[in-house]
């Protein structure tokens, strides 16, 4: 398939709203094997989950904006055009959760429930 993070339509990584950031990477980290390595963005630590060298996906508190939500885990799916992408997702009935947002040097995202109620991200990486 290739690269995920350059392939329209591949999940590309997997990401952990939790309220307590440290238990759960003990325990994925004691479960999986994976390992993690923390970082600054936008204000708050974010912690990246590696399996092996690959970069998987994150784990990070509940964000202000989402207090109230269950933890839970997210996933995100490449895009070539994440603005068309909404666009057509609002068009085919999907609700916004997460407007149109960009993450600082990594891309742009949208986050949506489907007609059926699921939740899911798409996101368009910057190129690299």
């Known amino acids: 398939m290739g690269d995920p993070f350059k392939t329209n339509g591949a999940f590309s990584w997997s990401e952990l709203m939790t309220t307590d ?59 070539d055009d994440v603005d068309a992408t909404a666009k057509k997702a609002q068009e085919l009935g999907a609700k916004t959760v997460v407007p149109l947002t960009d993450i600082p040097d990594v891309g742009r995202f949208y986050a949506f429930q489907d007609p059926q109620g699921a939740i899911i991200s798409v996101i368009s990486y910057l190129k690299g």
């Open 21 to 79: 950031v440290e238990e759960a990477k003990k325990f994925y980290t004691e479960l999986l094997g994976w390992t993690t390595e923390d970082m600054s963005v936008a204000g708050m630590t974010y912690s990246v989950v590696k399996c092996g060298a690959q970069e998987i996906g994150g784990i990070m508190a509940i964000p202000e904006q989402a207090k109230g939500t269950p933890p839970n885990w997210g996933t995100y799916v490449t895009v």
